[in-house]
């Protein structure tokens, strides 16, 4: 089996429980990514409310973390599809950011993509400089910084993440972003209808973009199935635009019987293997190779 995976909060995990990555008691490590024929996991870097004051430091932590747990640990990183078409190793990783409290200047976009970032989710579930989180009150949407950010994004070829995002910065966005759009650990309002889910117009917006949509394993947000969220997008046309965002190291429960990535086999999938495997991994790498990033 191959698996792309676009959203783990490990990093933070790893930085808070002083934890490495051959072999750990969190979702994620090399030893369980090894039963795999390939894996390809995006690792998210999360600014904690408690570490805004200080983000850029605290990015930088996690970013020096993140390098010297994948070298020691033979993963290959990846900033683009050339790299990942290229690699050498079954275990890959890329490198993205959640809640872009890092960002106060446009250069910052630029410092980030050069570190290896090729993926922005803008906000967590809050306010920021740049956008609305899905979990505010009042949503204001995008900033005019947010907008110049979003443009920024756009020219450079980094991928934007929309999960997160409240209604209004989301459709603010997508007015001005021009390439495929990821949500990457987003499920279907239409079947749970909790705030940190899509709405039909949304995921049809993110498939007529060419982007892909990761199905987040949280109860809360998938309610009694993960496989009807699946089954629910797939009847909107979306079989191309389906992936996984696991939020593996990111919640407090998983799927009954999922304990980390070993069980990602245990998922309920529909039944054609070949719409199973744009799911699990075809999806996602056809974004990488639209953007090369």
Not at 113 to 135: D, L, Q
Request: charged content about 30%; aromatic content about 10%.
């Amino acid at each position: 089996m191959r698996v792309f995976d676009a959203h783990c909060d490990t990093l933070s995990e790893m930085y808070d429980k002083k934890q490495g990555f051959a072999k750990n008691n969190l979702h994620i490590d090399l030893y369980r990514m090894s039963k795999y024929d390939r894996y390809t996991q995006v690792f998210a870097i999360f600014t904690p409310p408690e570490r805004k004051d200080n983000a850029k430091e605290y990015v930088k932590e996690i970013t020096a973390l993140f390098y010297d747990e994948m070298a020691k640990n033979g993963v290959t990183v990846c900033k683009n599809y050339a790299d990942l078409a290229k690699s050498k190793t079954k275990q890959n990783a890329f490198l993205s950011i959640e809640g872009a409290e890092c960002v106060e200047k446009i250069l910052d976009i630029w410092e980030l993509k050069e570190n290896g970032v090729f993926m922005i989710a803008p906000t967590w579930n809050f306010k920021n400089k740049i956008a609305c989180g899905v979990m505010e009150n009042e949503d204001t949407g995008l900033t005019e910084f947010g907008r110049e950010v979003i443009c920024e994004m756009d020219r450079l070829g980094m991928i934007l993440d929309v999960s997160h995002l409240s209604e209004k910065s989301f459709f603010d966005a997508v007015k001005i972003f021009k390439k495929p759009i990821v949500a990457s650990h987003s499920n279907s309002k239409a079947i749970v209808n909790h705030k940190r889910n899509l709405t039909d117009e949304q995921f049809l917006i993110i498939k007529r973009s060419g982007g892909v949509v990761g199905i987040n394993l949280y109860p809360d947000f998938f309610g009694e199935s993960v496989k009807a969220h699946i089954d629910h997008f797939l009847s909107l046309g979306g079989e191309d635009n389906i992936g996984l965002g696991c939020d593996f190291d990111g919640v407090d429960r998983l799927p009954v019987g999922v304990k980390g990535i070993e069980d990602i086999e245990k998922l309920e999938m529909p039944c054609s293997k070949e719409i199973c495997q744009k799911i699990t991994e075809s999806n996602f790498l056809r974004v990488l190779k639209a953007y090369n990033c």
